[in-house]
């Protein structure tokens, strides 16, 4: 049974807000089914595969100033509307600046409603400017309307290690400014493990779970389509790796 999530942190904006967040959660439908492909800057040029879904990544390893230069030929290639979008996060405090490539003024100003401190405000900021930046250049290249928009979080990007806290307000910052920008789901797409280093267990009010399994074969990863979600969303996709990042709709 699906069941309404409230996230443990503070929220932002008006109750509104809130309830069309936590709505969306609730009744978001999988658009997924299947077999998929993850492409990213990395398979630049190279063909993508017969598949009925394919996910193009926005950025180019890390949030804000780096970018897929493909992503318009990458999204396109993918099935028609069956393509989504998946966007790589972290948090440092070098990204709290506002010099043009970090920090939007609008989500700093914005954070000033969170109610936390201001070191988890700035947190909240630099998700929501995450968020902002990814969104305007995937419109920028094209790339509309996807059937659902993922997070990348993982341990090789930029994090806190001495406040999770941190990480958890970045993470909601991204989820929030999305929310106001499309009405398609969200997801997480991480492992437990490095979703426990890096939130310590928090669960968003995301609508759904990708997982990365690290497995070669469709036989194996598939498994992981009833383990348990460590976002305490569905678990909608599970990840192979054999030549390219495979993707399994649960």
Known sequence: MRF?????????GSVAMLVA??????????????????????QCGVSAPSAQFGIAGVNGGYPFTYYNGCLSAEYSAAPAGHASLYVNT?????????DGRHMEEDCAGASSEVNATPAQQAAWAVGCSEAERDVGYATSQGAVGP???????????????????????????LVTR???????????????????????????????????????TLKRARSYCTAASFTGA????????????HDWAC
């Open 234 to 245: 569905p678990v909608w996709l599970v990840q192979y790796v054999a030549s390219y990042d």
């Open 178 to 216: 999305l929310r106001a920008s499309t009405s398609a789901p969200i997801g997480i797409y991480s492992t437990s493990y490095q979703w426990g280093v890096i939130t310590g267990g928090y669960q968003p009010a995301v609508d759904a779970t990708w997982i990365a399994t690290g497995q070669r």
């Open 4 to 12: 309404l999530r409230t996230t443990t942190l503070a929220a932002v």
């Open 90 to 98: 972290g948090y440092d405090p070098s990204y709290t600046a506002i």
């Open 147 to 173: 059937a659902a928009w993922w997070l990348d979080v993982e341990t090789s990007n930029s994090w806190s290690t001495s406040d999770l806290s941190l990480n958890r307000y970045t993470i909601e910052g």
């Open 21 to 42: 967040t936590h709505i969306g959660a609730f009744a978001a439908l999988d658009p997924y089914a299947g077999s998929g492909y993850d492409f990213s800057y990395v």
